[in-house]
């Protein structure tokens, strides 16, 4: 409706629409009534499209010539400098960071750590023991010994300790059970937690052909024993003490358990050499002497010891009189040799009696 008015051309003296056949094709009208004077139908035919519509239409939606150019240059230019903004970005620096703001925050509380008791371990647990010198007081003349002290002796001064008396062959000395193995023998077992941490003993009988030496025996009972009860943490009674002794030792350790078998709970008769009043008597502490009194009783010899022949007619008495005893055969002869093949055996033995509730931690 609104383009068919506008198409209609007026006459401005009746003020009345001429009848025509215009139609409105783009930007002009084309009409055939001669009504209308040339000069309005040439009018009518070029006037631009937007000319004609209304005033509304125009203002809304037809911009002038001069806009649409400053439009095109605008983008031209724009397009232009745009490569240019962007190279004058990229060589700018990088901003700084605005420095931080003061924020109060509270202190961050860390709890002390609680402080856990962690022992140290003792370097004596992997340490061999020690050996010392000393002397007993005995008749005129003090007895020489050496003492073997177990694996953290010092370190453990409340500990009370089994004790070990071995004694030497005729013509040596104390240092005999030294040589053949019985320290190292019994750091072994101590410290390989096979055995408790014990003493050892090693009296000097060097005076067997002297007064010294004939009443080695009663010094050794009534002096050397109470003397290292009194200077060393020994556990002094029967259960923890024990004897042996090697050759004529081991003659002295068979008098003392016949003698005297309520004072140590174990005799070692290492290849005893028995004396001829001892054999003569044995039989007789045997019938006297109830079977159930008897300490235990180790019993060795070599199938090629000169003493073999009465160490096995030992043995046959003891069986005979029922008193218990664990009795060995081995090879070889009387000598140091054989000793050495089987002292740790014969520490074990003697340890075995003292059980393994306190043994190194």
Not at 229 to 249: C, I, K, M, V, Y
Request: charged content about 15%; hydrophobic content about 40%.
């Amino acid at each position: 409706m609104e383009q068919a008015e506008a198409c209609t051309p007026v006459n401005k003296k009746s003020r009345r629409p001429f009848r025509s056949s215009a139609l409105c094709r783009g930007g002009g009208i084309r009409t055939h009534d001669p009504r209308v004077p040339n000069a309005v139908r040439y009018q009518l035919r070029y006037t631009p499209k937007f000319a004609v519509q209304s005033s509304h239409w125009n203002a809304l939606n037809a911009p002038s010539i001069i806009v649409r150019m400053l439009t095109r240059q605008a983008k031209r230019q724009i397009a232009a400098l745009l490569p240019l903004l962007f190279g004058l970005w990229a060589c700018q620096p990088a901003p700084t960071p605005p420095p931080p703001t003061s924020t109060f925050a509270p202190p961050l509380i860390i709890p002390s750590p609680v402080p856990t008791s962690t022992a140290t371990p003792l370097t004596c647990l992997s340490q061999p023991g020690r050996l010392e010198n000393g002397e007993a007081p005995t008749n005129n003349s003090p007895t020489l010994f050496i003492i073997y002290l177990p694996p953290c002796y010092d370190q453990f001064p409340d500990q009370h300790y089994p004790v070990l008396y071995l004694l030497n062959g005729l013509t040596y000395t104390a240092d005999q059970w030294v040589r053949i193995g019985a320290p190292k023998a019994a750091d072994y077992l101590i410290l390989s937690r096979q055995a408790v941490p014990f003493i050892i003993v090693f009296p000097d009988d060097r005076y067997w052909n002297s007064n010294q030496g004939i009443y080695f025996g009663e010094f050794l009972v009534n002096d050397i024993v109470p003397f290292i009860n009194e200077n060393f943490r020994t556990l002094p009674d029967r259960e923890h003490q024990a004897l042996g002794g090697l050759s004529s030792g081991g003659r002295w350790a068979f008098h003392i358990a016949f003698t005297r078998p309520d004072l140590f709970g174990a005799i070692g008769l290492h290849s005893p050499a028995v004396s001829a009043d001892d054999r003569a008597a044995v039989k007789f502490w045997l019938t006297n002497f109830p079977a159930e009194g008897w300490p235990l009783i180790y019993l060795d010899t070599g199938d090629n010891d000169h003493e073999r022949g009465y160490n096995t007619l030992l043995e046959s008495l003891l069986t005979e009189y029922g008193v218990a005893h664990e009795w060995h055969l081995n090879t070889g002869a009387h000598d140091e040799i054989y000793w050495s093949e089987n002292v740790l055996e014969y520490l074990q033995w003697y340890t075995s009696m003292w059980g393994t509730e306190n043994l190194l931690p």
